[in-house]
């Protein structure tokens, strides 16, 4: 009995357990020469049913669980690049954006100042489009003259 114990350390500690009522070791009601002779015989038919078995099919079984298990977490890479490449974009986006603002701010400005300079007591000034944003075109704006419209292509 101390050769089990040693071996199996479940023993020890559902050693309370044994010969209790209704509990999985309640010896009255499982008897274990018929749970040996049932083990020997379960055992016995996984024997012939292996022989009956496509081993291959087994072993190809295997080899595609693990080529499965190799694409998840190769999808899982390639979805967390997507999203690196995504807020990418979106930072160059941003930056693009205010580029242009500060490019647009200055050039209206010199824009303006020639403006004025050539038709003296003037003013003009570029800004985008009523209901547009200056990614989509900016127009000259002034009181003396009808709108005047420049459009670039950003994209």
């Given at each position: 009995m101390m050769q089990l114990v040693q071996?199996?350390?479940?023993?020890?500690?559902?050693?309370?357990?044994f010969n209790q009522?209704?509990?999985?070791?309640?010896?009255?009601?499982?008897?274990?020469?018929?749970?040996?002779?049932?083990?020997?015989?379960?055992?016995?038919?996984l024997e012939k049913s292996g022989r009956n078995l496509?081993?291959?099919a087994m072993a190809m079984l295997t080899?595609?669980?693990?080529?499965?298990?190799?694409?998840?977490?190769?999808?899982?890479?390639?979805?967390?690049d997507r999203a690196k490449l995504c807020g990418l974009i979106e930072?160059?986006?941003?930056?693009?954006a205010t580029a242009l603002?500060?490019?647009c701010e200055k050039v209206n400005k010199d824009f303006g100042s020639i403006f004025s300079m050539l038709l003296s007591g003037t003013q003009?000034?570029?800004r985008p489009p009523e209901g547009r944003t200056m990614l989509e075109g900016l127009e000259v704006s002034g009181p003396q003259f009808p709108v005047l419209c420049l459009r670039c292509c950003l994209d």
């Open positions: 071996k199996y350390e479940w023993i020890e500690t559902d050693k309370m357990y009522p209704n509990s999985a070791y309640d010896f009255s009601e499982h008897n274990p020469q018929e749970a040996g002779q049932r083990v020997e015989k379960l055992q016995e038919q496509n081993m291959s080899r595609k669980e693990e080529e499965y298990e190799s694409l998840k977490s190769k999808r899982k890479i390639v979805e967390m930072d160059l986006d941003r930056q693009k603002q500060t490019a003009a000034c570029l």
